[in-house]
């Protein structure tokens, strides 16, 4: 148990990093040959083989939704250290750019072998995360329609 505790603990601090904009901490504890996939045609929608490219990816997430905040719901923990599943269930919200809001919800799975994040895989609603980046980029925020960032 104390180390469902342990792991439930640093999955907690690394999305309070992503809320912050603490792009190296929320990165800290992946894999080199990270697996990271966002389902959606979107903006940050895809599929990422590294942990630079999850870099990148989290500068845009920052960039495209700057006032996003995810709020953990619930997480459970899966699996002895040598090779651990994570859930994590989540409600995220922002407000735009134009004054509306924003609204997702999903679930986080994350593989980890010996406290390293080697794949992560987000399922949520890909079209409110499209209408959400759509609305962003009729602000003049181009980059909410860029290509994906893949790797």
Known sequence: MLYSYIVQKKIRQTFDDVNNHRWDKAVEAVAPNVHHRVSGTHALGG???DKAALRRWFERLGRTQPKLHIKVNNIWVVGLPWHTTVFVQWDGAAKLLDGGAYINRGLHVFTLKWGKVYALE?????EAAAYGLAAQAATGLKEAVAEQIVS
């Not at 987000?122 to 890909?126: H, I, M, N, W």
């Open 47 to 49: 599929e990422r083989h």
């Open 122 to 126: 987000e399922f949520q609603d890909s």
